[in-house]
């Protein structure tokens, strides 16, 4: 079964610095997708960046970066420079891989201090 | 281009009642997947439809339900609501059956009292 598992429930980082957030999956399956997503306290779901299992190059969006090591299952998110707006709920998730939908992690607690 | 819109926003309904929540999903977008977030079961895969069919479904009982129109507008009933089903319900549409693009709306947040 697929699993997706973030071992950091909440992150206190100081406004400008950078932040990894870790996140480390489990399929046996060879063609999967990852995803990183934003939840604010609104709710909404913000899609933030994407790796496919045959993306040989790391994914990036602006300020956003996947740190994708295959034989280690691992897909941190980098934000570089981090803002106080980056505080919010950040969820690691898994397409494919044989698994219906997507599959979640339990999210890590973002929250940014000036 | 519009984003994923949901009505309700906020809805409380009593135990033993019936629920219905609707997805608007981007134009173009003919997938609609559902899915549900509480604070102990974190985010769980509900259904997903595709030209007003199901393609695939999570793992939950019978009383959740769901259908997808022509104009893949989609709607999620709960029959029998339970104090467990409160949770925030979120819709997600994309362009194909088991896409990579998921585009997420704001989502309802049911209380069953």
């Known amino acids: 079964a697929q699993k997706i598992t973030q071992t950091q429930p909440g992150m206190f980082v100081q406004e400008k610095e950078a932040v990894t957030l870790d996140c480390t999956y489990d399929t046996s399956d060879q063609s999967y997708g990852l995803f990183w997503y934003k939840q604010p306290s609104s709710g909404e779901m913000i899609f933030l960046i994407y790796?496919?299992?045959?993306?040989?190059q790391n994914a990036t969006e602006g300020r956003y970066s996947l740190n994708f090591q295959k034989a280690r299952k691992s897909a941190n998110l980098v934000i570089s420079a981090s803002q106080l707006g980056d505080s919010a709920m950040y969820f690691c998730a898994m397409a494919g891989g044989g698994a219906d939908g997507l599959t979640f992690g339990k999210g890590t607690h973002l929250i940014i201090q000036p | 281009k519009a984003g994923v819109t949901q009505t309700p926003r906020y809805l409380i309904k009593t135990r033993g009642q019936q629920v219905t929540l609707s997805c608007s999903p981007i134009?173009?977008?003919?997938?609609v997947s559902w899915y549900q977030q509480t604070p102990g079961q974190g985010l769980q895969f509900l259904f997903e439809y595709f030209s007003e069919t199901q393609r695939n479904k999570g793992n939950f009982p019978g009383r959740f339900s769901g259908r997808q129109f022509s104009n893949s507008r989609s709607e999620m009933n709960v029959s029998t609501l339970e104090l467990g089903d409160s949770a925030l319900y979120l819709c997600?549409?994309?362009?194909?059956?088991?896409?990579?693009?998921?585009?997420f709306g704001p989502g309802t947040r049911l209380t069953v009292t």
């Open positions: 134009s173009g977008h003919r997938s």
């Open positions: 790796q496919g299992s045959y993306d040989e």
């Open positions: 997600a549409s994309s362009p194909a059956v088991l896409s990579y693009e998921q585009y």
